[in-house]
Every structure is written in C-alpha cells, then in structure tokens.
C-alpha cells in the first residue's frame, strides 16, 4: 500500500467532519501531493455536488467488494482532489461484509495515489468500520462544547478497538478543534478538559469560526479557491502544515522520497 490514508471520523454529526475532509483533500493537492476524496457518508455531502463520471460509487466497494479502478473515479481539475462519490441509496446490508472489504476493493487505488482522505457517517456503522480498517490514521474533528467532547471521547473508544481488533497500520488520532472562538469560557474550559484528557500532542491547529467556510462550500468549492484569504483558508492550511509534518514524516515512502528530490 502506498497511499498515507486519513480517515475523518467522529460519532458526532455537526462536527465539520466534512468540511474538514474537503478542505484537507483541496490543501493536500493543491501541495503537489496525489489525493482521492473518498465520500463514505451516503449524505454525500463531500461530493460538492460533482456529477458521477463512471458509476462507480462508495457502496460498491462496501457492499461487493469489487476493485475499483483510477479510471473509474471522477477527475478533479490540476491541482485539486480527484474523487470517489457517495451513494445516496446506500443502506447497510443486514448481514455487513467483513470490514476489510474496503480495503481489498481500493487496493488499485492505494498504488495510483500518494494520499487517500476518508470523509465517514457520524455512527458506528459499516464505513465508519470499514474506513479505521484501512486507514494509518484518523482526524477528528470536534466543536469544543461539553457534548461534542463526550463524542470524542465516545470515539476513542472506537478507534481503540480499531486499532488492536482490525488494523494493526492505525497509528494515531488527533483532535482537530472547529468553531473556534476561544471569547467563550465554554470552550476555554472544554479544550483544556481534551488536552487534560488525550494530551497536547494529540491537539492538531484549530479552525476558527468563519462564515466563509459556509459560503464555500455552498458555492461547491474548497475554502482555499473561494476564499484563499479568508480565516478558514489560512486555518486549513496550517491543519495541512501539522498533517504534512507528523504522519507523512512519520510514514515515510518511495513517493515521499521522490518529492522530497523534487523540491
């Protein structure tokens, strides 16, 4: 497998678990790097209401575990993510494939991309299984209200399952602070809680408040070619940074070292 791949996953809906995967995928490409947007969430929502070029779909590989292939995925424009679309008529099948179905259907895929960004359902259901069974590691972003907290720590214990019953290559986590407006004492005292519960080191940059990250995506484009001068451009950009540093490094591969020639 050469594909670093990251899954974005919270058991809590209305986290930014998306916007988070679409505006990471946009950086991650738009910085040389060979990115594929898998859509996991039947919503569909990270589809940034792209057309679908190929018929092949998300529920494919969860349900068949057919291989899809590079040419199958919907082609993104120079510079930005190529992407692997939702299907909305997804249901989780009665009796669910073994988890590391996924995985075998984008074997093809992990050899034609340097990374793979995972947007997932906010339940622990069948892709959000499937993804942490393929992934090396996982974002999870998460409003810092007492509630959204008890999400995280809900999902720790998921990924911790993952990580020791279904796929000994997760590495890590890391917690990725959304909404941010630090005026608040609400949120003061709930970042101070997860850095008092999982570490700073486990705290990856913030993304503060900004209805321009709303706008973008109303507009079906990343934040970084809306707005690139915006709070939420600036904020992903420095999530990007923190991503590049920790788990590429961390992961080092054939494809690592080419651009590292390169540059």
Not at 111 to 120: G, K, L, N, Q, R
Request: charged share 15%.
């Amino acid at each position: 497998m050469s594909a670093l791949v990251i899954a974005v996953a919270n058991c809590k809906g209305g986290c930014g678990k998306t916007t988070t995967a679409v505006n990471l995928a946009a950086e991650l490409a738009a910085r040389g790097h060979k990115t594929l947007l898998v859509d996991l969430d039947p919503q569909g929502q990270a589809s940034l209401g792209k057309p679908q070029a190929s018929g092949a779909t998300t529920a494919h590989s969860l349900l068949s575990g057919a291989r899809v292939s590079p040419d199958q995925v919907t082609r993104g424009q120079p510079g930005a993510p190529d992407l692997l679309p939702a299907d909305h008529g997804y249901r989780s099948p009665g009796a669910p494939p073994g988890a590391r179905v996924l995985a075998e259907s984008l074997a093809d895929l992990t050899e034609a991309y340097d990374a793979i960004v995972f947007d997932t359902p906010p339940a622990v259901d069948l892709p959000l299984v499937a993804a942490l069974a393929v992934a090396h590691f996982v974002l999870t972003p998460t409003q810092l209200t007492p509630l959204a907290r008890d999400g995280v720590m809900r999902f720790a214990q998921v990924f911790f399952y993952a990580a020791t019953q279904l796929n000994p290559s997760l590495r890590a986590f890391a917690i990725v602070p959304t909404q941010v407006d630090l005026r608040t004492r609400v949120q003061q005292t709930t970042l101070a809680q997860l850095i008092a519960d999982f570490g700073p080191a486990r705290l990856f940059p913030a993304v503060r408040s900004d209805v321009t990250l709303a706008e973008a995506f109303g507009c079906g484009l990343p934040v970084c070619d809306f707005r690139p001068n915006s709070r939420g451009a600036a904020d992903y950009a420095q999530l990007a940074d923190t991503v590049e540093t920790a788990w590429f490094e961390r992961a080092p591969r054939p494809w690592v070292e080419a651009i590292r020639r390169a540059s």
